[in-house]
DNA sequence: AATACGGGGCA
DNA sequence: TGCCCAGTATT
């Protein structure tokens, strides 16, 4: 068993979190889709409570969904619950109860794109696959091509092909599991901790920065750090926005059994009129494309 | 290739 | 405020 420095650094300074004490591939599934733009620290306590409610893949299968999306509460991006709970079905109906392994069939599912089916792959499964997230997208990109700003950026194709090339055989579990431990706790997008980092001696961002110490900018060597996202757009305001009154929409649908248009309205903004109702008609109906209510006439309740 | 999709933590 | 976070589906 190859011992690499980065493998090293994990034995030992690796988190303990709840979801690397288990392969069953239900569990794995939960924490992963939990996890999907999603910090570690918020998610911990919704993957236990979550599990103690629906502990097995049939019982989530099994579960109304409107349950299924108030346990969400306070994850964010409630799609991932009803997908979540699809995909649950899906292996339920379409697998006969039993998980697929390959890293194709698990794409398939609802709401599993190419990270998570290749995370299921590899942790549930124990499969020597690449996969990347934002941790270990950062990471690959830092030590083998170099520091953020450099052009042209590296594609996805080329950072997996790279990062597949290193997987010690027998071992992607912890190396995947250690990317990522090190995107988090040391390679960190801000403020990385260069002194700390197993891997600096190899990194080429690393390299970059001991030989250019930051000065190529002072002295003005033209065209040496393009700089990246120069024009970076603005994010949009959230407070308002039509995210966020979906997200009132849905936290009013957990309080309630079934909810009026006409006594909705009121609770997402105080001076609801009757001028709004087709703004939250179109609100309602592209939350229940989304599987997340169900609107029938004028009375809208979460899915059952 | 762009957007929409939640929400909380932190400088 | 603006940025970040174990991404996916749709256009």
Redesign the pocket.
Known sequence: MIRTPLLAWFAAHARD?P??HTRDPYRILV??IM????????VIPKYLAFLTIFPSLESLAAAPTSEVIRLW???????RAV?LQRAARAVRDLHDGEFPRTVAAL?A?????????G?VAC?AFEQDVAFM???IR?VLRRALVGPDDILPAPSDRELLALGAARIPPGQGWAWN?AL??L??LIC???APACRRCPISAGCAAYAAQIAAPSEAIALGAPDARPTRRVA???????LG????H???I??ALREHTALPLARLGPLLKPDYADTDTEWLRDLVD??AR?G?AIREDDEVRLPS
């Not at 926005?241 to 966020?244: F, K, N, Q, T």
């Open positions: 979190l979801w690397r924490s992963e996890l999907q733009q999603t910090q570690v620290d918020r509460a306070g994850l964010g991006y409630n799609r997908n794409q599912l609802p709401g599993i794109g190419p990270y998570t089916a995370a942790f997230d934002t941790n950062r599991q990522m431990e995107g988090a960190a997008a801000a970076e757009r603005r994010e949009t305001p959230y926005s039509r995210r966020w979906r997200g009132k849905i936290d592209s939350l989304d997340l």
